[in-house]
């Protein structure tokens, strides 16, 4: 079981798509494995689409009756791929939805093997042990701007001077938070572009406090534990200890920053 996990190697949970990819489009062993353990009890052709071996493999030309613009799968792009989204916790700022529905939940490891398959990782066979010497667990590479959308520009406004975002701070972001700067659903929901951005009061606490609670959090972690980096961490320790004092600072704008 553990060798099914092993060997993801991926650039992003966006790639660029595969043009031929949906003609042909197999549902790897390994994911309908988890439709099967997961889904299908729902997911069986009397409700809204099946997820039963004999019908998964339409999902990528089903449209999303909840989200119309979207597909339930669009290989290559899981910001617009609605499945991926509803097993993602939190990729739509709130659980409330996720599939399985509560209290039935995925295993990390499930959930990465869809992810995977859709942002285009390589799936062992299931039912081999895959390569002993590969480093076994799920490694879903890097959320930054560029693996999102490698031409990306990046949107974050950063300087030294008054209400601008520290430059050392908008590197952690633009390397951690991709999903937040390119053009998909997550960016609707926060904006966190600007200095101001982040003193926009939400609910009686700025948005810089919403972030933080959230990068401590270990239920709904923001950065998403999909963005696997390094020994199944979401963010460096790096990282995650520059950003959660800037936060812990109340997110000072480029002038009253000394760098951490
Ligand atoms: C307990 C029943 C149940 C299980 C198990 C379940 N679902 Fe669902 N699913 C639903 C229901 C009901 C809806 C429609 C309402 C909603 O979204 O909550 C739905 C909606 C969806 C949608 C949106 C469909 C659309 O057209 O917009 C997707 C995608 C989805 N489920 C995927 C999954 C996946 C993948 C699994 C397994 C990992 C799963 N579901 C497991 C009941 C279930």
Known sequence: MIGLASMFML???VRPLDDDAADDAVI???VQRVFDENCISCH???TEFSLLAEASPTIVRTRSVQRSELLLVELGRIDRSYLAIKVIPNA???DKDIMPPPPATLAPEDQLLIIGWIAGATLPDEGTDGDATEETGLQIQGCSIEDYEPS???PVEAGIG???IPPDIADVLERNCGCHYVDQPARHLLRIDTWDDFHVERGGDPVH???RSRLHSAAGPMPPLSCQIENG????????ERLDTWYEASAPDGVDWVPY
């Open 11 to 13: 650039a992003s949970c």
């Open 28 to 30: 790897p062993a390994g």
């Open 44 to 46: 069986d052709g009397r």
């Open 92 to 94: 739509q700022g709130r």
């Open 152 to 154: 990306g520009q990046s």
């Open 162 to 164: 008054v209400g601008l």
């Open 209 to 211: 406090a919403h972030a």
């Open 233 to 240: 961490s979401n963010i460096s320790t790096e990282d995650f």
